[in-house]
Nanobody, 118 residues
Framework: QVQLVESGGGLVQPGGSLRLSCAAS????????MAWYRQAPGKQRELVAR???????NYADSVKGRFTISRDNTKNTVYLQMNNLNPEDTAVYYC????????????WGQGTQVTVSS
């Protein structure tokens, strides 16, 4: 049984930082592309950052320079370090996993809420 379990969300003030974690089980983690998506109320789910099995990364323009995605294949975990947060980053953040050659994600976590507010 495949599970992706996110953690680390919460309430933070503008300019603050959070680190999200996504622990995977039931998959051969090191060969999967891992990604963070987010969905704000009334908006579509959007890609935040992606890291392929070789370590290359991609970011949404809105988070470049503020967010960093990384992975630890020994712990089957992907992270999202979020710095200089602003209210527009408020959303539910989801972790996804897919094989690199696939267009759609095979597995999703349950999501973790990030709220940026003073």
């Amino acid at each position: 049984q495949v599970q992706l379990v996110e953690s680390g969300g919460g309430l933070v003030q503008p300019g603050g930082s959070l680190r999200l974690s996504c622990a995977a089980s039931g998959i051969f983690f090191s060969i999967y592309t891992m990604a963070w998506y987010r969905q704000a109320p009334g908006k579509q789910r959007e890609l935040v950052a992606r890291i392929v099995n070789g370590g290359s990364t991609n970011y949404a323009d809105s988070v470049k320079g503020r967010f960093t995605i990384s992975r630890d294949n020994t712990k089957n975990t992907v992270y999202l370090q979020m710095n200089n947060l602003n209210p527009e980053d408020t959303a539910v953040y989801y972790c996804g996993a897919k094989r690199e050659f696939k267009a759609t994600y095979d597995y999703w976590g349950q999501g973790t809420q990030v709220t940026v507010s003073s």
